[in-house]
């Protein structure tokens, strides 16, 4: 039989009909726009299994259900669709929880369906029976327990609603079995949520407009912090107008990479903890600040008593519980970030800022003479080799998914990223083993696109069962690991503030590459720079998945650090030289 | 200090958790709590008291609006309004004590509801220190209170303050500035 189109098979699944629970969920799926969803069968959620075959939905089957939570946020952070993650009852539903607050910190739009015993059943500890709803609470948006199959529908479209409208985030929807068994009238478009109300809070006057208006024009030393939310209100554009019209410089946030080009004369870099020196000291000898969608994360702002002490701040921001929260401001604008811009943008008229842009230059002198990137290419294998060569190889085109630790700063510091949603990380929760599922999932919703994997040894491990989803669905996935025989972040840490205690910190792993064999993927380790190339680009044209094994210095850290408590200009700057990684013959 | 959020929230289950939830995240103990049917079908409405940071007003309020259940939230806190909480309060007292009892709800304007042989209830209603006082009084009687039930606090605004009102009175044209807004 010859398939359908695609438009013809959406119809044809939302028409009403009197269905069951299973194939309501399904349906409704379809008519939400859902093509591909990450999950793992079990008793509960087999009714719902035995259905799918009837829809077109491709169903991914992970190895574990933290992966279908991070596929689902890394296929959703790639496209800027709703990930649809699905697990049974029980130990399926509580192994999504992780994946599920590691959305719920980063804003991220998922909507996760489990399965749950019979309702008849519910609250009498039946087997595989757990209070998912109650245990994602704080860590969802919103969810529901539904347990009459007509409540199916209304309740996966509010899902959907919900996970997209506002400040984005996971919805979790938990449908008894009997719900799924049970028939019901099925109508796609009474269904649909009542209207989506904005934020009753929201608050951009034109008052508030002309006082940051103001602010701006007076400014001598302002600096545009660019963060997440630009990607999550499509306000690239806007933001680019505003720093180029008035000329300031933009710092980043990690997740905010990507948001504004790296290779902009105006982009900074990254600020906080682990950002580049020459922007943390900008914004601490800033008379302005403008927040354009970040939250002022600890991260970011070093102490909140001593950040940015003389400048006057400007907060753009979707979530009215975040203004004050951290930071407090001087004008709010409370809103949805481009149109905040969008009405800001007239008001500003254009702007001289040629000796503060001049400042800022001078002071990246003695930062990037003592970068790594300057070391000679005969020493050893450092990490920052392998993500600015990557970055080089790859015309900073690729997708690139991170884990957590030393790699993913290094990666935020040396992967230049140049265009939206090109950079997959967890950044408020810290979710290590994010990047091998986020990386799959970011595969699945841009078959087209070039995707990495990088993950530290430690993180890999946390979820390298995800390498049989790999090669089970023959994904075009590289992978590399950052292996440096240690759990690289924590080590630092216990390198400075712990006397080089290193407890437990010291990784045995197992040879990936044969593990990728093992798993029928193709593999080579690299230790030396010399070869990195190559062996990237045989990565590259191998047609099918590829992990790297890249043995780098052991005991490499990552500078410039702000040690917790310190201020933001207070930096560990890497040091001339380092006795523990580098031998005289780096020299 | 302590703040008072009036909330218009969903009659249904897990409401009551989810508003819970949210002050035992921020670390801020709710002091108060009371929850009833309102004028809005479908909605019940919370008087909620809590004890946190001068500035944590704006944030609470903003995070209940974020609660997918909740309808309306106005803080208090400062306003101009009426509050009122309900006791029942079980004294032990027998046919030659009673009469003393009697006397103190009268001055407390509060009634005598139920009477047994060996004790008697009182209802009153008032502000917290008035039913405070007669409880205090109460106690110098050599330990005669056996039992308290409280209310919690209910409040509504004095006039007609808030936008909701307003458009329930059909004023369309509600002017800025109203409700509070966000603190900068």
């Known amino acids: 039989m010859e398939k359908m189109p695609v438009h013809d098979e959406v119809a044809q699944a939302i028409q009403p009909a009197i269905l069951t629970g299973s194939e309501i969920l399904w349906a409704t799926l379809v008519g939400e726009g859902v093509t591909e969803v990450f999950g793992y069968p079990g008793g509960a959620i087999l009714p719902a299994y035995d259905a799918l075959r009837k829809f077109p939905i491709r169903h991914i089957l992970v190895r574990h259900e933290q992966g279908a939570a991070h596929m689902a946020d890394g296929y959703a952070r790639a496209s800027g669709k709703v990930g649809v993650a699905i697990a049974t009852s029980g130990p399926g539903a509580t192994n999504l929880v992780t994946g599920i607050a590691t959305a719920m910190m980063d804003s991220i739009p998922i909507v996760c369906i489990t399965g749950q015993v019979s309702s008849k059943v519910l609250g009498t500890d039946a087997f595989q029976e757990i209070d998912i709803t109650g245990i994602t609470l704080p860590v969802t948006k919103h969810n529901f327990l539904v347990s009459r199959a007509e409540d199916i529908a209304p309740a996966i ?89 008035m000329q300031i410089p933009v710092g980043l946030t990690l997740l905010g990479l990507g948001a504004f080009p790296a290779s902009h004369p105006l982009s900074m870099g990254m600020m906080g903890m682990h950002g580049e020196s020459w922007v943390n000291h900008a914004i601490q000898n800033a008379d302005l600040l403008i927040a354009c969608g970040m939250r002022f994360d600890d991260r970011v702002i070093g102490t909140p008593a001593t950040y940015a002490p003389n400048a006057k701040k400007i907060h753009i921001e979707i979530d009215p519980a975040e203004i004050n929260k951290n930071i407090p401001v001087d004008v709010a604008l409370v809103g949805d970030l481009r149109e905040v811009l969008e009405q800001l943008l007239p008001l500003l008229p254009g702007r001289d800022g040629s000796a503060w842009l001049r400042s800022i230059e001078d002071s990246k002198g003695s930062a990037a003479v003592r970068d790594i990137r300057n070391l000679p290419d005969s020493g050893h294998l450092y990490a920052a080799h392998v993500m600015h060569d990557l970055w080089r190889i790859t015309e900073g085109r690729a997708i690139v998914a991170t884990d957590v630790g030393q790699h993913q700063m290094w990666e935020a510091q040396y992967y230049h990223h140049d265009h939206p949603r090109t950079l997959i990380t967890s950044g408020g929760l810290g979710t290590m083993g994010f990047a091998l599922p986020a990386g799959i999932g970011a595969k699945v919703a841009c078959p087209d696109r070039e995707v990495w994997v990088i993950a530290g040894d430690g993180g890999f491990q946390m979820t390298a069962s995800e390498l049989a989803t790999i090669a089970q669905e023959k994904l075009k996935v590289n992978i590399a690991i950052i292996n440096n025989g240690y759990l690289g972040m924590v ?33 080579a380790a690299v230790s030396t720079r010399a070869e990195l190339a190559s062996v990237v680009e045989r990565a590259r044209q191998h047609n099918g998945p590829f992990l790297i094994n890249f043995l780098v210095e052991q005991e490499d850290s990552v500078y410039p650090m702000i040690p917790v408590g310190s201020a933001l200009h207070e930096m560990i700057r890497r040091p001339d030289h380092n006795p523990l990684v580098e031998t005289p013959q780096d020299f | 200090m302590l703040h008072t959020f009036v909330a218009y929230v969903e009659d249904k289950p897990g409401v009551l958790t989810r508003v819970a939830s949210l002050f035992r995240r921020l670390n801020i103990n709710i002091i108060s709590l009371t929850v009833g049917r309102s004028e809005r079908a479908g909605y019940s409405r919370m008087t909620i008291v809590a004890d946190a940071s001068d500035q944590a007003g704006h944030r609470i309020r903003a995070s209940l609006y974020k609660l997918e259940d909740v309808a309306e939230v106005d803080d208090i806190s400062g306003v101009s309004a009426v509050t009122r909480e309900l006791a029942l309060i079980k004294v032990a007292a027998n046919a030659e004590s009673r009469s003393g009892v009697f006397e103190l709800a009268e001055v407390f304007r509060a009634r005598i509801v139920d009477l047994a042989p060996e004790s008697l209830m009182i209802e009153i209603t008032g502000v917290e220190s ?55």
């Open chain 1, 491 to 523: 080590r630092q840490w216990q390198e400075f503030f712990y006397e080089r205690n290193y407890e437990s910190t010291p990784l045995v792993s197992p040879d990936f590459v044969k593990l990728a064999d093992a798993h029928g993927i193709a593999g």
């Open chain 2, 130 to 184: 008035k039913i405070e006082g007669l409880i205090q009084v109460l106690n110098e009687r050599e330990n005669r209170v056996l039992e308290v039930c409280r209310s919690g606090k209910m409040t509504m605004r004095r006039g007609h303050h808030t936008s909701r009102v307003l458009r329930a009175m059909g004023v369309t044209d509600i002017p800025d500035g109203i409700e509070p807004v966000d603190p900068d």
């Open chain 1, 157 to 245: 479209r509010a899902a959907f609603q919900i996970a997209q409208s506002g400040r984005p985030g996971p919805v979790l929807v938990d449908i008894t079995k009997d719900a799924q068994q049970a028939r019901a009238d099925f109508d796609f478009a009474a269904a649909q949520p009542r209207p989506y109300t904005p934020h009753p809070m929201l608050h951009c006057t034109d008052h508030k407009l002309h006082h940051a208006a103001e602010l701006i024009r007076k400014a001598e030393r302002p600096v545009i912090l660019a963060g997440h939310g630009i990607l999550q209100s499509r306000a690239g554009e806007q933001v680019r107008s505003l720093a180029e019209r």
